[in-house]
Nanobody
Framework: VQLQASGGGLVQAGDSLRLTCTSS????????MGWFRQTPGKEREFVAS????????NYGDSVKGRFTISRDDGKNTMYLQMNSLEPEDTAVYYC????????????GGQGTQVTVSS
């Protein structure tokens, strides 16, 4: 699945951003999905996940209580609402899909840069 992440930008600490993940030409309805982030020299970090149908969500410890993942299958879109942003949230954010809940994620596109200044 080819994915497009967007919505990143340069913001100040405490601000909010909403990231969007869409797919051209293929429905996301049948996939479990997630957001990950990566900074240079570091491993990719899990941010949040949402199950097929949206009934279950999970968050990385560093974003719990600040970020909210959601999906709108009618719009073929997944979102990541990021509030109370911190400089430590600066990273390239990627969206991903998987077909089996316990299976590996597939990363099918470019990420979006989020930069949080202090």
């Amino acid at each position: 699945v080819q994915l497009q992440a967007s919505g990143g930008g340069l913001v100040q600490a405490g601000d909010s951003l909403r990231l969007t993940c869409t797919s051209s030409g293929r429905t996301l309805r049948g996939y479990h999905m997630g957001w990950f982030r990566q900074t240079p020299g570091k491993e990719r970090e899990f941010v949040a996940s949402i199950s097929r149908g949206g009934g279950g969500t999970n968050y990385g410890d560093s974003v719990k209580g600040r970020f909210t993942i959601s999906r709108d299958d009618g719009k073929n879109t997944m979102y990541l609402q990021m509030n109370s942003l911190e400089p430590e949230d600066t990273a390239v954010y990627y969206c991903a899909t998987k077909t089996i809940l316990t299976g590996p994620y597939n990363f099918g596109g470019q990420g979006t840069q989020v930069t949080v200044s202090s």
